[in-house]
């Protein structure tokens, strides 16, 4: 979960970047603002995806404990 709210943090502070390159758009060089741009969407997204393998990893973590807890108690013991 911790790193899950990590992800956040880290999107929030990158699309705050994204919005003060906006504002400096007409300062700059063209080509340095459409490069610098389309690198933070790429980092933005590999943020979003990061987080939601860490979700799915959670869930698949604590699904498999689950089953394994139920197994081991529905299914006979042979002694």
Known sequence: MLLSAMSVAMFTYLDNI????????NE???????????????????VLYNGALIVFLLILERSTKG????LTTQLPQNA
């Not at 994204?18 to 758009?25: F, G, P, S, V, Y």
């Not at 089953?67 to 139920?70: C, E, N, R, T």
């Open 67 to 70: 089953v394994a807890g139920f």
């Open 18 to 25: 994204a919005k003060d390159l906006t504002e400096l758009r």
């Open 28 to 46: 700059v060089n063209r080509s340095n603002y459409t490069v610098a741009h389309e690198k933070l969407t790429d980092l933005k997204r590999e």
